[in-house]
């Protein structure tokens, strides 16, 4: 939860996976009911929630979630530096990282360098390496134009004009929601524009749009039809009765819901709601 008042609309960043066979039996199945409220196998229980207050300096503003995690991310980072030492045994690299990529920290946009300059204070790890992690786990400059636009535009328009035309530094789709009939688009972008916008469009009966990881006009990658699956399930239904309970069907059904499938949020801005559940795919399910 943020200390201001967000949006009324939901942005989702779709992270692009590598994804393959999914397409044959045992990994699919058909559309899945009563699965909501989560329960059962493939639900590993809620995710927990913090509070970071933005009215806060920045430097300050993560302090007590990083408190609580730096053990964690000491763990990640020494991992981290094991797999990177193992191929370049020198330790230039790592050397690099501590002393080079601080110097990137000028060109970040906002509060994020007094923030990044927080955590690496509470938990004693360089800043490059705090940089280096954000930008390889979290597409970092992405995530900085999606909080951008979460903290300061008021309207649907307003949100998908920046999220279309921002520069990026890697490829991205992005999911935007608004709380008004037809407000809803999957944006393709590459670092530079905007590749297309995909619309809902009550004219052409498109009452919902679906995002996987691939662009929508291309085929899907070898053997995986997430998307027809997720399609299949959707017409199952109508618009009229849409709700977090049948999108939480649509998102366990095979091969939708695989082995990389880390959690599942569902979100409702006309109501207020945002759920996140931990999932699991049980065998037999595909392995990505």
């Keep these: 939860m943020l200390g201001r008042s967000l ?4 942005l989702l960043i779709v992270a692009v996976t590598c994804a393959t066979a999914q397409h044959v039996p045992p990994w699919t199945e058909d559309c899945r009911k009563s699965t909501y409220p989560p329960s059962g196998p493939t639900y590993r229980g809620p995710v927990p929630w913090y509070t970071i207050n933005l009215d806060l300096p920045p430097y300050k503003r993560w302090q007590e979630l990083i408190t609580e995690k730096a053990p964690a991310l000491k763990v990640i ?3 981290m530096k094991d797999v990177v030492n193992a191929f370049v045994p020198s330790g230039k690299i790592m050397q690099i990282v501590d002393q080079k990529l601080p110097g990137l920290l000028g060109n970040f946009p906002g509060p994020y360098e007094e923030e990044m300059k927080g955590i690496s204070d509470i938990t004693g790890i360089p800043l490059g390496v705090i940089e280096w992690i954000l930008g390889k786990r979290d597409a970092m ?3 900085f134009i999606s909080r951008s636009v979460l903290e300061n535009c008021t309207s649907y328009e307003e949100a998908k004009n ?17 709380n008004k009939s037809g407000e809803g688009c999957v944006i393709t972008r590459d670092r530079r524009k905007s590749l297309d916008v995909y619309e809902l469009d ?12 691939y662009d ?7 053997l995986d039809d997430r998307r027809n699956a997720a399609k299949m399930c959707l017409n199952h239904t109508t618009q009229e009765k849409i709700s977090l309970s049948t999108i939480y069907d649509v998102l366990s059904t095979k091969p939708v819901l695989n082995k990389l499938t880390v959690f599942t949020t569902l979100m409702d801005v006309t109501k207020g709601q945002f759920e996140t559940y931990l999932r699991d795919c049980p065998d037999p399910c595909i392995g990505w």
Excluded: C, H, M
């Excluded at 949006?7 to 939901?10: A, E, G, P, R, Y």
């Excluded at 929508?216 to 070898?222: D, G, Q, S, V, Y």
């Design 141 to 143: 400059w992405i995530g």
């Design 7 to 10: 949006l009324n609309f939901v």
């Design 202 to 213: 009550s004219k052409q009966d498109r009452w919902y749009v679906v995002e996987t990881n």
């Design 162 to 178: 920046i999220l279309t035309k921002s520069k990026l530094l890697a490829p991205a789709y992005f999911i935007l929601g608004g």
């Design 77 to 79: 980072v020494n991992s």
């Design 216 to 222: 929508r006009w291309k085929n899907p990658f070898f």
